[in-house]
């Protein structure tokens, strides 16, 4: 209802006339694929917090996050480890770059990519980028 005002302060109550009522229902949902969603976003989640270092100093982050985009990483403790193959250790230079024993893959030519990527984001000018 509403209130139509007239002349003289008096108001006039008005039914409304052209009010659509309807009984539709709320889509339904399907709470199968609502949690396969769920857990897909969580799974996500978790997969980039596992890219972010615990204790490392921002070059090592920036060392990590370079090579994560074209290879496989991961952090073992303060380590970066590629490939599930090779390992670099801090202070994160081409000279810590290595190759896990015992592991399978990887090889000279992923370490010599690796380092090249290394010296790529690790600190100019102090001697570690020299090739040798």
Known sequence: MS??????CRCEIVKPTNTIYTSRKPPEL?????AKKLAKAMEER?????KIGTGVSDEAQAIFDALCKTMPCRWEKDSIIVFDSIRIV???????CSVIPGSSGGGAKSLERIKLVVCGKGRRGDGSCRAR
């Not at 209130?3 to 003289?8: A, E, G, I, T």
């Not at 399907?30 to 609502?34: G, Q, S």
């Not at 978790?46 to 596992?50: D, P």
């Not at 801090?90 to 810590?96: C, F, G």
């Open 90 to 96: 801090a202070p994160y230079t081409r000279d810590q």
């Open 30 to 34: 399907n709470p199968d694929a609502a």
């Open 3 to 8: 209130c139509r005002v007239l002349s003289n």
């Open 46 to 50: 978790y997969a980039e917090r596992a």
